[in-house]
């Protein structure tokens, strides 16, 4: 029932990459209710133009209205466990169109009546589309069900880019008890959890990584709770830090040519006379992201492109350089009208191109490119003939469908370790996928077991834009033709 990838697990951390974090003294839980800043909180990168003033918030610019009569709220489903399945009919035999997580809720479909069918005497119709059997161990129609209120407290945070907060494994124990101690009166309870709630796993091994959602201190002893609500102690794991990083929108602030720079200490280029470029002091920051002018020269064999401001130039082998490929998957001529008339029916006609080896994603809306960003493809490059894509850590290449995205879900890599709670997962190939990755930082760099690794925020940037959307509610979707085209990847060398 677990969903998984085998193509996706980490390398060695990179030097002066992850490391341990100091926690908070406080319950995280207690905390929860205010998202982290993960909206892109980094310095302004360079060739930024200043930030406009901010427009009013919604809630700002409506509290003015005149009050009107709220509707009636539809009637519900309220999910208490993990891997609620929805069927594309009244069938728990049936394949599934996607499942929830617990914590969510979803409105119902047409006229609220229980249907029965093989497997559950009582399934509903949900939106947007299919059945999930309530039977009140799994699902409830009571938003005052005491299982649901008590793990709704627990429930991923989807509307944030690190939906949980991430440790790495020391050689993990879970427990679902913990042992007695004289100062747990403000610990958690909750009622008896559905079966299958928690993971199967009560180890994991070192450099397995887990997500949790709390913190408890008790007789000198600190203690994590894990996502699926199973205890640890703190001193098993090394925290991960806040990865910031994040890729930029292309429109009126951004436009390509622009440059990343995946390693720290690039130096910047200036002239030193004419037709001369030297080596400066100055350098360029891991990450950075620098607009450029189109205007570039070769001196000794290589190439220096000038940025947007200033005097600097930039060395091409010491930076990335999105370059997009001159057609859509579908023929037309990127940058310009299409007049093909070939491309998806679909008014956004998205796409996304990654580069392996050069390090880098551009996502397209029909022929325009409206973002662009680092990621980090399989250690082994590309797939070589007569070897094992899996076996060498390649990402495949080629054009593929984005054919279903999971919120979250656990993979499992080889030697049992596992990466638990992967946030931002799109299946475009089995077993490979782009995901976010927050165990590490090496953006730009070959870092994955062959799928692409991309930043939170960048993940949750991708798996907004992609198609097929997320319903609301929903915590996986897989696509269906009758929802209309899927988001194409484009991957090469």
């Not at 990621?375 to 080629?398: D, W």
């Amino acid at each position: 029932m677990i969903l998984f990838a085998v193509a996706c697990e980490r390398g060695p951390t990179p030097p002066g990459g992850v490391g341990p974090t100091p926690s908070a003294s406080r319950s995280v839980a207690a905390a929860r209710g205010i998202a982290p800043n993960l909206t892109g909180a980094r310095a302004v990168p360079s060739g930024q133009p200043p930030a406009e003033a901010a427009e009013p918030s919604a809630a700002v610019a409506t509290a003015a209205l005149p009050a009107t009569a709220a509707l009636p709220a539809r009637p519900r489903v309220y999910i208490k466990n993990r891997y609620v399945f929805v069927r594309p009919r009244p069938d728990v035999n049936a394949d599934w169109l996607g499942f929830l997580w617990f914590g969510a809720s979803v409105e119902l479909r047409g006229q609220p009546k229980p249907v029965r069918g093989p497997g559950c005497a009582t399934f509903y119709a949900i939106e947007p589309m299919g059945f999930v059997c309530v039977d009140e161990k799994q699902a409830t129609l009571s938003a005052e069900d005491a299982v649901f209120k008590a793990v709704s407290l627990y429930a991923p945070r989807l509307g944030q880019a690190a939906p949980h907060r991430y440790a790495e494994s020391l050689g993990v124990e879970l427990q679902t008890q913990l042992p007695e101690a004289r100062d747990r009166s403000q610990w958690p309870t909750w009622p008896t959890l559905p079966a299958l709630f928690h993971e199967p796993r009560r180890h994991l091994l070192p450099l397995s990584t887990l997500a949790y959602v709390d913190e408890h201190g008790s007789d000198g002893q600190d203690w994590l709770l894990s996502a699926d609500l199973l205890w640890l102690k703190k001193a098993q794991v090394t925290l991960y830090p806040e990865i910031t990083f994040h890729g930029v929108e292309l429109g009126s602030a951004w436009r390509l040519p622009l440059a990343f720079f995946r390693r720290a200490g690039a130096r910047k280029f200036r002239r030193s006379g004419p037709g001369k470029l030297e080596r400066s002091e100055a350098s360029f920051a891991l990450h950075e992201v620098v607009a450029l002018t189109d205007r570039f020269e070769v001196q000794r064999g290589e190439r220096y492109f000038k940025t947007a401001q200033g005097d600097d130039w930039v060395r091409e082998q010491d930076a990335v350089l999105p370059a997009p490929r001159s057609l859509t998957p579908w023929g037309a001529r990127v940058g310009q009208a299409d007049h093909t008339g070939r491309g998806p029916k679909d008014p956004r006609q998205t796409w996304i191109e990654v580069s392996v080896l050069g390090g880098w994603l551009l996502a397209f809306e029909g022929t325009k490119p409206v973002f662009a960003t680092l990621i980090s493809g399989g250690r082994g490059g590309i797939p070589q003939e007569g070897k094992n894509t899996l076996e060498i850590a390649a990402t495949p290449v080629g054009t593929f469908p984005i054919s279903g995205k999971l919120a979250t879900v656990t993979m499992q890599t080889p030697g049992e370790n596992v990466h638990s709670d992967v946030p931002w997962t799109q299946n475009f190939q089995k077993p490979y996928a782009i995901h976010t990755a927050y165990w590490h930082d090496n953006w730009g760099n070959l870092a994955s077991g062959g799928c692409i690794n991309v930043s939170p925020i960048d993940g949750k940037w991708l798996f907004d834009f992609t198609e097929p959307k997320l319903p609301p509610g929903w915590h996986a979707v897989r696509w269906q033709p009758v929802t209309g085209a899927p988001t194409l990847l484009v991957v090469h060398e």
